[in-house]
């Protein structure tokens, strides 16, 4: 007889008690229930509706200078455990925001690390980075001793497993001696600080546990802490670290060095179980998740494994005997079995749905209950915010012992189900739909929990250009999506000879990615399309669609079939590198990718003349060889003779920028001068000599402009400075100033995803990908006079992938939406305009998109 489906509640509602997110699940009928579902919102905006992104400069520089992680993967020639390291701790912070809590500050890390080290044989601690701040990352192993030999060993069989699953699936040395390892991440989000002192405190008690259990324990599993994942913002007492990046976000992009050094982590370390520690939802959240679930998944083991480890963790925490009337906590939520939708696992960007892909087949996102960031940090006295800290961290720390227990107890099970995992990968096996019948144990399993996809038989990037019909695209942007996927722990083969598959031919040098290796779901995660899911669920918790194949400015081609037996291939480590000078002539640089933008603004910072041709791209005279050749070193671009002189000449452009966090990092990468403003900038008295341009997307708002600051703008773009806007903020600049005569219309502001797109070339968009991003979309109607289209919404439904509906009324959907200008461009007067619907900077993400936003600042700017 089968197992009964509880019916799910229809409803996410929050209610406030204690200071904390309340999750109340309300049944169909309730008579409290609203009828229409709501969204939930789990990430509002990390400046604030009013403020811009003004993250200092030395930050993204550390980001962007990509040094990897120390090498944390092989043990081999490392010696054995424990490594005791010395840390040198960081100056006394008083400013630090954990103070006021009781918890651990910062700086307080490092002393109890060094004294932990000291107490026995177990605790060894390791940098595995730096933050964006410049803070150390600290990774503690706890784990009984081992000799060099032993430690090599235990790196052996955790390479056969990922490398030789068949094998290791029937090697009784790793049933029988493989050490479980379990990964805990901490304080990801800076301001949900609870789960570094919770690791410290079990770290200790691991450390002098006398026990039988505890050594049995350390002696059959490795336990990794990430003390502080987020250092920065543990200080500053933010979500993001000192880029203003949600790290929690970025795990598909790995834009910031402390989600490198996580995904080196993840890598090396090739953990089974996997917690990652936030705040604050009340009761305690922990996942598994609700619909929809990533299609890339063995979705049948991990939910199998994670449901079970949920269990666990709820019993601890509800064990702890806290209640609602003595403490303000309710009882734990389990997401997939008491909600319907809203906390979903579709995307690969946070932490515990991108460890899956490593082998990872229980993995958790824990929401510790009691509310102490934000307005509650400020309007709560002290001794009430560290009686919901004390809790928290009780909380926290019986979630991480019941998982430990969790994975010590079904450690032989786990590590089958890992090697299951590569397994399939490797031979190419299909996914097993989940269900009552497949995963045994798991209640109320529907068909709304059933995605799966369909594999191709490898991803070829073609050399110069692809054969499937996408066009030429940049060399530097295939070589850049090859290091991003070999980082990713992803297989990358180069042809060594020109090739025909799945109908096609392709040059020498193309790049393969055979889609039957351990880890192609995130192969697959990284390259495919995507799926348009708006039918499937009513709201999403994040971003529904990415592409890295069809928005990274790299050609890649899905072969579907085909025999690889006849592609002589060599397996990469690194791209190979493009930079390349033509030897005689004048010289182009197209400037289809941000690397290529980045080149041309290095160069005219060196006051090297570049001219702008007709289709965007840049010009450079034959004696600029010298320059050119030192920057297509640097930058890894290809420079190619031309007959073209060019026409008007490029300059310098100096951006005033009232932006997001990410779209600030990512015109620091592509090497603009760029100082932050916003209204509050501006109202303070703004040098307008400062600037060439204005970029507005968000924290500038005219209406709130005083009147020296308003007539300061006006006079800025009356003498010929430029303006870009991006969304419904920019859209409102230009109208408030009078600027393009244009009516932008706002689509649903829940929508995002890849979308279909067709570009008009020329200055802004030529060699612009056939693909782009939205996130709350918008197009721009009654367009006046002078107004170019630069770019349009694809016919039909131009969504290709992620989650765009209509609103009630059945307007702002992607019917509305096709056809229309997406990107337009002008010129009022002396100020030149471009305005973008599209979302072509988001988090650092869409790279071949960047391209459009640096060539409309140059084109407005000179």
């Known amino acids: 007889m089968g197992i009964s489906r509880p019916s799910r509640p229809v409803l996410l509602t929050t209610a406030a008690t204690a200071g904390a997110l309340v999750l109340t699940a309300l049944a169909p009928g309730s008579a409290t229930a609203d009828p229409t579902p709501r969204p939930a919102v789990r990430e509002g905006s990390p400046l604030g509706a009013d403020r811009a992104a003004e993250a200092p400069e030395g930050a993204a520089e550390r980001a962007l200078e990509g040094t990897p992680a ?11 455990y424990p490594r005791e390291r010395k840390l040198t701790a960081p100056p006394e912070n008083p400013a630090d925001k954990s103070i006021k809590l009781g918890l651990t500050p910062y700086h307080g890390i490092a002393p109890k690390l060094n004294a932990l080290q000291r107490v026995g044989d177990r605790v060894s601690v390791e940098i595995a980075g730096r933050s964006a701040g410049g803070h150390q990352l600290y990774l503690v192993t706890v784990t009984a001793p081992e000799s060099a030999r032993e430690t090599a060993r235990q790196e052996r069989m ?85 880029n203003g990046f949600d790290l929690n976000r970025d795990f598909i992009t790995a834009s910031q060095p402390e989600t490198r050094a996580v995904r080196q982590i993840a890598v090396a370390k090739q953990p089974a179980v ?57 009882p734990a939520v389990i997401p997939f079995r008491d909600q319907e939708e809203g906390w979903d696992d579709w995307p690969p960007i946070f932490t515990p749905q991108y460890m899956p892909f490593h082998g990872a087949v229980a993995t958790h996102t824990i929401e510790f209950p009691m509310q102490v960031n934000n307005a509650e940090y400020d309007k709560q006295p002290v001794p009430e915010l560290r009686r919901r800290a004390a809790v928290n961290v009780d909380i926290a720390g019986a979630a991480m012992r019941a998982a430990i227990d969790f994975a ?47 594999f191709p038989r490898a991803y070829v990037i073609p050399a110069g250009g692809s054969a499937g019909g996408r066009g030429q695209r940049s060399a530097t942007a295939a070589a850049r999506l090859v290091d991003h996927l070999v980082a990713n722990d992803v297989r990358v083969e180069r042809a060594r000879h020109g090739f025909r598959l799945g109908g096609r031919t392709y040059p020498k040098g193309s790049y393969v990615v055979d889609m039957h290796q351990p880890k192609r779901g995130l192969a697959n995660v990284m390259l495919a399309d995507g799926r348009d899911i708006s039918d499937k669920v009513s709201t999403m918790y994040d971003i529904s669609g990415w592409s890295l194949g069809r928005l990274w400015g790299a050609s890649v081609d899905a072969v579907k079939s085909g025999d690889l037996d006849g592609v002589h291939t060599r397996e990469v480590r ?55 050749t030192a920057v297509a070193k640097k930058y890894d671009v290809a420079f190619d003779a031309t007959k073209a002189e060019g026409g008007a000449a490029l300059h310098r452009t100096r951006v005033a920028a009232a932006v997001t966090p990410g779209e600030l990092f990512a015109l620091r990468e592509m090497g603009f001068d760029v100082v932050p403003v916003s209204t509050a900038v501006l109202n303070s008295g703004f040098d307008w000599k400062r600037a060439d341009v204005l970029f507005v997307s968000a924290g500038l708002d005219h209406d709130k402009l005083n009147q020296a600051a308003r007539t300061g703008l006006g006079r800025f773009l009356a003498g010929g400075g430029g303006l870009v806007g991006r969304g419904a903020a920019g ?51 009654d367009l006046g006079p002078g107004v170019r289209v630069e770019q349009k919404y694809g016919s039909g439904n131009p969504l290709v992938s992620g989650h765009w509906r209509a609103l009630e009324d059945g307007t702002g959907g992607p019917a509305d939406a096709a056809g229309r200008a997406a990107v337009v461009s002008g010129r009022d007067g002396a100020s030149e305009v471009v305005l973008f619907g599209t979302e072509p900077l988001f988090r650092d993400h869409p790279k071949g998109v960047f391209p459009q936003v640096g060539r409309a600042l140059l084109s407005v700017g000179g």
């Open 70 to 80: 120390p090498h944390l993967g092989s043990d081999k020639g490392r010696g054995g």
């Open 274 to 330: 996997m917690l990652d520690l936030h705040g604050y939802v009340n009761g305690t959240l922990i996942e598994p998740t609700t619909p929809p679930h990533g299609e890339n998944y063995e979705y049948d083991l991990f939910l199998k494994n994670s449901y079970a480890n949920a269990l666990d963790m709820e019993a601890a925490v509800n064990g702890l005997g806290y209640t609602e009337e003595k403490d303000g906590v309710l």
């Open 731 to 781: 859209a409102a600049l230009n109208a408030d100033a009078g600027l393009l005569a244009v009516k932008a219309v706002e689509g649903n502001g829940d929508a995002n995803g890849v979308v279909r797109v067709a570009n008009a070339g020329g200055t802004v968009t030529g060699g612009a990908p056939d693909h782009s991003f939205v996130y709350s979309p918008s197009w721009f109607t």
């Open 574 to 628: 690194a791209a190979a590198r493009v930079g390349y000078v033509a030897p005689r002539g004048n010289l182009r640089l197209r400037l289809d990718d941000p690397r290529e933008v980045a080149a041309l603004n290095s160069l005219l910072e060196q006051g090297v003349s570049v001219r702008r041709d007709r289709d965007g791209s840049a010009v450079l005279p034959s004696p600029a060889r010298r320059a050119a």
């Open 408 to 454: 010590d107890s079904r450690r032989a099970s786990l590590i089958a189900d890992q090697i299951e995992v590569f397994r399939r990968g490797a031979t190419g096996a299909e996914q097993v739909p989940v269900s009552e019948e497949t995963v045994p144990g798991v209640p109320g399993i529907g068909p709304e929990d059933v995605y799966t996809t369909e």
């Open 158 to 242: 955790r390479e056969r497993i990922e490398d030789f699953p068949a094998a290791a699936a029937e090697d009784k040395t790793i049933k029988s001696s493989y050490k479980t390892p379990v990964f805990i991440n901490n304080n990801i989000h800076g301001n949900e600080w609870e789960g570094t002192d919770a690791a410290l405190k079990l770290i200790e008690r691991l450390a002098k546990a006398k026990d039988g259990k505890s050594r049995s324990l350390l002696a059959h599993n490795r336990l990794y802490f990430n003390i502080t994942a987020n250092p920065d913002g543990r200080i500053a007492g933010t979500r993001a670290n000192a």
